[in-house]
């Protein structure tokens, strides 16, 4: 079965030049067969052209491998020239001895036609059937090379993609976590209560990080839990300091999802918002999911007199941005940074 897929475009191929030149031959000689039906007169056209194709296979991709080489530059052309030289030479005197002592008198059993191997219009007309199957021949392999070197080109930026979008996780994975233990560090050190309750949180969501973060997709609700487990750990962290709301509308929570996606835009908010603010702070976090389409808004607060700042992007929206590219490319991705707000607006089609 593998041999026959393997094969299967070069049986196709001389398949369907047989049946083109069978057809070809019909035509031309049909005077010929005057005494046979039309379906006979076929079959023996389509013997007859049958038979050259032991010549004409071989010819072709010899031919076809003596001019790879010079088009990859490995042989000169006079080399090349000579070797096409013999070779179709060889090849039009086999043909002539094929088609006058074997089709003619007894494929197409037309003795009167029978002439001499080295007349020169027998000899060109050899060699024209000859350079029309080469040539062709030559054209689909080409052709067959440009579509196997395709594939083998996306399959390698397939595969640089992937590897971009590990390293990214690599990244961003470890990011998350050493901003998460500076907060709990900063509670440890105050002796708060809450510490404990931190460091189980996390703990879950370490878990997350560790068995579910290496698949391509993971059901939103899970996503969904992870977000409230970070938002929870920065309501105790900023304690009465800061306003947050997170509301979700989700027609399908087994909804698949790339991991993490979402993550470090929240997290992104927090450290630009309460975490750069003296004073009160708000974040707005908005979640919908309406078949198979999903919309991400985030707004945080800013202090008025840090104004803009473009700046101030780290690693995890660098990486995060990256992934989308990578794994939504049809995306739609707003950032809007005002003066004192900083809104996020992402659309993704999940399905």
């Known amino acids: 079965m593998a041999l026959l897929k393997k094969y299967k475009a070069f049986v196709l191929f001389w398949l369907g030049y047989l049946l083109f030149e069978a057809y070809l031959e019909y035509v031309w000689f049909s005077s010929a067969f005057k005494d046979s039906s039309t379906v006979q007169s076929y079959v023996r056209a389509f013997n007859g052209e049958a038979l050259l194709l032991v010549v004409k296979i071989p010819l072709t991709h010899l031919a076809g491998f003596i001019l790879q080489q010079y088009v990859t530059k490995t042989k000169k052309a006079i080399v090349v020239f000579i070797s096409l030289l013999l070779i179709f030479a060889a090849g039009i005197l086999l043909h002539r001895i094929l088609v006058n002592e074997i089709t003619f008198p007894h494929i197409y059993e037309q003795t009167n036609e029978h002439e001499g191997v080295f007349v020169f219009l027998n000899l060109m007309n050899s060699f024209l059937d000859l350079v029309f199957a080469a040539g062709l021949g030559f054209a689909w392999q080409q052709y067959r090379m440009q579509l196997i070197w395709k594939e083998k080109e996306k399959e390698l930026n397939k595969q640089k993609l992937e590897t971009e979008l590990n390293f990214l996780k690599a990244q961003t994975n470890p990011h998350f976590l050493f901003n998460t233990l500076n907060n709990i560090y900063a509670l440890a050190r105050k002796n708060s209560e809450h510490t404990a309750e931190m460091i189980m949180k996390l703990s879950a969501i370490l878990r997350y990080m560790l068995y579910e973060t290496n698949k391509q997709r993971v059901e939103l609700c899970k996503e969904v839990e992870v977000i409230e487990h970070y938002i929870e750990l920065e309501k105790i962290r900023y304690n009465k300091r800061l306003k947050i709301e997170f509301k979700t509308t989700i027609d399908n929570e087994q909804e698949p999802i790339a991991p993490l996606i979402l993550l470090p835009f929240i997290e992104n908010a927090f450290k630009h918002?309460?975490?750069?603010?003296?004073?009160?702070?708000?974040?707005?976090?908005?979640?919908?999911?309406?078949?198979?389409?999903?919309?991400?808004?985030?707004?945080?607060?800013?202090?008025?007199?840090?104004?803009?700042?473009?700046?101030?992007?780290?690693?995890?929206?660098?990486?995060?941005?990256?992934?989308?590219?990578?794994?939504?490319?049809?995306?739609?991705?707003?950032?809007?940074?005002?003066?004192?707000?900083?809104?996020?607006?992402?659309?993704?089609?999940?399905?």
């Open 273 to 351: 918002g309460p975490g750069e603010s003296r004073f009160e702070a708000c974040i707005f976090i908005h979640l919908q999911l309406e078949k198979g389409n999903l919309l991400f808004e985030i707004e945080n607060s800013k202090e008025t007199d840090k104004g803009l700042a473009p700046e101030s992007e780290g690693i995890g929206l660098k990486n995060s941005k990256r992934q989308l590219e990578l794994t939504y490319p049809t995306r739609k991705l707003e950032i809007v940074n005002s003066f004192d707000r900083f809104k996020v607006k992402l659309l993704l089609v999940l399905n």
